[in-house]
């Protein structure tokens, strides 16, 4: 039985911790996340990793820092054997490089070196790419840089949002991540070094990039929609509301200058030009208000047609 240290934060690590939790092969020693924060309607809270080892009574500690010489005796007094790292945000540095040199396992949602940093699965969607992959790596002192152990290839489906593709990357993540720990000797000896020339680097998701452009094609601007859903969520202005939309598709059988309103009513919903066609919303919110698919909201509420906005 190998003895895991896990550390992650999000909903995408809570399912590669609960397929470790419950095989035989691994015994989960303790669980590292973050300290608890304000989150929604200012209530603390803790991270859904941390509230996973909270209701199955796992060891879990919220440091500061892991890169001290507390936190590394602490873990060779439980004789962590692999640490797993999935989404967790602090920098793995020297101290806990040199203690556990090639035993430290990442989980990253993306074909590396393509796509290393903080938002791979948006950028994924944002560039329209049909393919995407989980990849377990070891880590080492770059940005996503170490060597690949495992990478299986997968396709992203055109109707995919993020939500959804989260999903499908935690699923087959937990899975690669099992099975890489299970079989490490053989992978680490045909482990596979990145090609840095070819690497490529997301940045932090910010709220502006919500922001939609009519100006560009249809294909740019439903990408944006679905790849943002989660934050900061697509949007427009319209009558000084910023209006998101949440859900959307491409139609090709209009013309007409980008940003022109060609239909807002319950029978044909809302359908705004692009310069290469139109996008026809299907669910939106505006401030302050639930979430409505558009049909249902026409049905109480005007917007108007022929304007530009």
């Excluded at 790596?137 to 060597?147: A, F, Q, T, V």
């Excluded at 939609?212 to 202005?237: M, V």
């Excluded at 013309?255 to 310069?275: L, M, Q």
Aim: with cysteine; proline share 4%; net charge negative.
């Amino acid at each position: 039985m190998l003895n895991i240290c896990f550390m992650g934060n999000p909903k995408f690590a809570v399912q590669t911790l609960d397929v470790l939790y419950n095989d035989n092969n691994f015994d989960v020693k303790l669980v590292v996340s973050s300290p608890d924060k304000k989150r929604s309607r200012n209530k603390v809270s803790p991270t859904e990793i941390k509230q996973y080892a909270l209701d199955h009574d796992i060891d879990v500690i919220t440091p500061a820092s892991v890169n001290t010489t507390e936190f590394v005796d602490t873990l060779k007094d439980l004789e962590i054997d692999f640490i797993v790292v999935v989404a967790f945000g602090q920098l793995i540095g020297d101290i806990l490089l040199e203690a556990f040199s090639d035993r430290i396992i990442n989980l990253h949602p993306s074909i590396l070196p393509k796509y290393r940093g903080a938002a791979p699965m948006q950028f994924t969607l944002l560039n329209g790419d049909t393919k995407t992959a989980p990849t377990t790596m070891l880590i080492e002192k770059g940005m996503d840089s170490g060597d690949i152990l495992m990478q299986e290839i997968v396709d992203v489906d055109i109707k995919d949002d993020y939500y959804s593709l989260e999903e499908k990357m935690s699923e087959l993540g937990s899975k690669a991540i099992r099975d890489t720990l299970i079989n490490f000797n053989e992978l680490y000896a045909n482990r596979i070094k990145q090609n840095h020339d070819e690497a490529t680097f997301t940045s932090k998701i910010d709220k502006e990039m919500g922001r939609i452009d009519w100006t560009k094609d249809s294909f740019t601007i439903y990408n944006q929609i679905r790849a943002l859903i989660d934050y900061p969520t697509a949007f427009f202005e319209y009558e000084g509301n910023n209006v998101k939309v949440l859900e959307a598709e491409i139609v090709d059988s209009y013309e007409g200058e980008p940003g022109f309103v060609h239909e807002a009513n319950a029978k044909s919903g809302i359908i705004i030009g692009t310069n290469d066609g139109a996008i026809k919303i299907n669910r939106l919110q505006f401030p302050g208000k639930k979430a409505m698919d558009t049909k249902s909201f026409l049905m109480g509420n005007d917007f108007k047609e022929g304007i530009s906005l």
